[in-house]
């Protein structure tokens, strides 16, 4: 069973909108992780924040962590149609051995000129 | 630097079957992991290896058998090809033992008849 799961599945919105993905994760976890996949491409990494990180930022890129409700939000302000991609938070869960990246299946979004 | 490449980038195979997608990586990353992705439910991780020599199971093991002799490698063997693992395979690294920023190939797009 996967270990994310975000929210909505897909998006759609107009250029300069800001967009909001979610995530929700069912264990401790050491950090969590998005990436970026264009169709046909292999995944970009975007951020990483770590389990005692609450917010962090890269560039128009906003991303939250709440522990204690085990979710996190991927907020893109003043989207661009280049924005297009299918979205992907990743846990890396706290197991005590050897860790793992699980995925999420993804938010599509779709932004419009 | 190459990054992580992949190859082949495309293969089509018959029931039965065996091959070897190969992966490799120029980044010196001690952490290797191959992903399938399949439409609608994200990446599911099949193996990973924190070192040369040193490989383990992730969540969809079946069917599939990795090695580890370099730092630079890390083939994933299909055994006897079957249609369910008709899939896109990702390859990934990243530095140290743990499940940090991944680097992707690009991808090879595998069919099963």
């Known amino acids: 069973s996967q270990q994310g799961e975000e929210d909505p599945q897909a998006l759609s919105i107009q250029e300069g909108e800001n967009a909001t993905m979610n995530c929700s994760y069912k264990?401790?976890?050491?950090?969590l992780q998005w990436y970026r996949q264009n169709s046909g491409r292999g995944l970009v990494h975007l951020i990483l924040i770590r389990s005692n990180e609450r917010e962090k930022h890269s560039g128009r890129l906003r991303v939250t962590l709440d522990t204690s409700k085990k979710s996190s939000s991927l907020l893109i302000t003043a989207s661009r149609a280049a924005d297009t991609a299918s979205y992907f938070c990743a846990t890396d869960p706290f197991s005590g051995g050897y860790n793992k990246l699980i995925f999420g299946a993804g938010t599509r979004l779709a932004v419009h000129p | 630097n190459a990054g992580v490449t992949q190859t082949p980038k495309f293969q089509v195979l018959k029931t039965g079957q065996s091959m070897t997608l190969q992966c490799a990586q120029d980044?010196?990353?001690?952490?290797m992991s191959w992903y399938r992705q399949d439409p609608g439910m994200g990446l599911r991780l099949i193996h990973y290896s924190v070192g040369a020599g040193i490989t383990d199971q992730g969540e969809v093991p079946n069917g599939y058998n990795v090695s580890r002799s370099t730092t630079e490698d890390f083939p994933l063997r299909l055994l006897s090809a079957a249609p369910s693992q008709t899939s896109v395979y990702f390859c990934a690294s990243s530095r140290g033992q743990g499940a940090g920023t991944q680097y992707f190939g690009p991808g090879t797009r595998l069919t099963v008849l």
């Open positions: 980044m010196n990353h001690e952490y």
């Open positions: 264990t401790s976890i050491n950090n």
